[in-house]
């Protein structure tokens, strides 16, 4: 802004001269046109990453890929050979169809499929759209006006996810809502060798976009659940007919309408007005009823769960077989009947029932919509039936923590994750310093360390070892009959400066590797080998990936 302010005000300005008859007027309407072209990719690279996260994998490090892939689709569409680009841009459509469908498909194991076809949607169509940018550039005298509405539509994309989308929509709405845009913007090149001037031919494909909405209506009142033969056949006559109507704008955007709302979509408008759906800055939760327990999801993961029978029994990862359990249920023993206890994350407000008259207890936990959740809601009664006086602490663990006094507590629960996103700064020598400071000098810390995709052993394993901490691993392997009572297989890692403290709560621990032989059993941790503790400066969650069970 301020060298736009002084090249206006310079009395000395050059400018290049055009050649005669070079040089157009290029009115708002094309500018306009070119931010819509950049916005969409660019929001749906974003929405594409919190689709992938929130409702397929909550795998670290996911969003670099569609990142890539974004970026990727501007060397191909801006490319001097126009082969692929033209290729990509026939196949927009089609793909923007097939793949456009599923974006409310549930994947379940077969998370790998709706993620490649996400990734091939926002390639295709990022390709397809910079593509048009390409072909209706101006001449190279206003391309400075080109790059610069480029940029605003990109910006405009970024903030409707990053800012707008959190606070007006409960679930990812934004992505749904940029696949229809992608669709209406599409370049007026069909699958059908058709004359798109023709207005016969355009009110046919008007006729068709209109029949396509109509089906997927049809079928969605009359099928109620959520797969059937009758949905499926109408989904595939409705997929034809968006192949049929590709380069006619409305009619395709009709019928791709008509897919989202027929596979899925319906279904997931009622589960966001039913108030079940909430969201933050920090994600997406769900809670589901089936009448016999109520439970909280966050994306993918499971954060807690309540049983109506047994209302103030701890489940899910918290059960007495725990490590935390264990910890907890233990601590009048191991501290007395005064015990200090915190616990970072607050979920459902599971670990408040194992509080005892007498302790004193503390969560700490960054979103306010959890609190809402478990307290003023009341949608679990956990904190309401258990501690309904308990303090609550909002902000950053690591903030709020370093403001307690040194050594307020006898056991400090960290239990903080997003999904299965790792809080790296909750896991850094840093952190573990602040752990310490507000430890007494026999405390326990106990950390939770479930993951499917990372192992965290060898990182906590490198942070005992490097700063006197004394640890012991609990895997807890609830049986079938458990599990069919809400108990979650965990891992938990106990840490103390105090050998004879750890060694109170554990026993003798077993140091033969994966030997989980019953339910009072500790381990010892792997050897971090060559992990370095993390740092503030420096984590990575790349060595500790397992591949395997992301493949």
Known sequence: ALC????????????????????????????????????VPSGLM??????????????????????????????????????????FTRMAPLVLVIAGSFVFIVWGKAAINGMVASLSLLFVVAVSLHAEM???????????SFYLMMSVGGVIGGLFCAILAPLVFNWTWEHPILILAAALLMPKTGLIPLNHDNRKIA????????????????????????????????????????????????????????????NGGWDNLKKSTDGSRMRSYFGTYTVTDNGRSRWLMHGTTMHGMQLRSEPTRPISYYPVTSGVGIALA????????????????????????????????????????VIEIARERKIFSFLERCAPDVEITLGD???????????????????????????????????????????????????????????????????????????????????????????????WIALSPDA???????????????????EEQWLALDPPGKTSPWTDDYASVLPHLSLWKII
Request: hydrophobic letters at 50%; one cysteine or more.
């Open 4 to 39: 736009a302010v002084q090249i206006w005000r310079s009395p000395t300005v050059t400018t290049e001269v055009a050649e005669p008859g070079e040089r157009s007027t290029i009115g708002w309407k094309r500018r306009l046109y070119w931010i819509a072209l950049a916005a």
């Open 46 to 87: 974003l929405s594409t990453t919190s689709h992938l996260t929130t409702d397929l994998m909550a795998m670290p490090l996911l969003w670099v890929i569609p990142l890539g892939i974004y970026l990727l689709s501007f060397s191909v569409a801006f490319a001097e050979d126009r082969m692929f680009a033209n290729i």
């Open 134 to 144: 390409y072909r209706t550039r101006p001449p190279a005298t206003e391309l400075t």
């Open 203 to 262: 009110f046919a494909m008007a006729v068709l976009g209109v029949v396509a909405l109509t089906l997927a209506i049809y079928g969605v009142l009359t099928e109620p659940e959520a797969i059937t033969v009758t949905k499926v056949v109408l989904a595939a006559a409705i997929m034809a007919i968006g192949a049929a109507t590709a380069g006619f704008r409305l009619p395709f955007l009709l019928a791709v309408a008509g897919l989202l709302t027929i």
């Open 330 to 369: 233990n601590a009048p023993r191991l501290y007395g009947s005064n015990a200090s206890i915190g616990v970072v994350g607050l979920g459902t407000g599971t670990l408040a029932c194992y509080r005892r008259p007498g302790q004193y207890w503390q969560f700490f936990e960054i979103d306010p919509l």
């Open 397 to 491: 663990a690591r903030l709020t923590l370093a403001q307690v006094p040194q050594g307020k507590f006898d056991i400090l629960a960290l239990d903080a994750f997003s999904s299965d996103s790792i809080p790296l700064h909750l896991l850094t020598k840093e952190a573990f310093a602040t752990y310490r400071r507000a430890l007494k000098p026999d405390g326990l810390l106990l950390v939770h360390i479930s993951n499917r995709y990372i192992d965290l052993n060898p990182v906590v394993a490198a942070e005992a070892k490097a700063n006197g901490w004394y640890a012991a691993l609990r895997h807890d392997s609830p049986t079938e009959a458990l599990m069919n009572k809400g108990d979650r297989a965990s891992l």
């Open 500 to 518: 004879a403290k750890l060694a109170q709560l554990t026993g003798k621990v077993d140091t033969i590797k994966n030997r989980y032989r019953d």
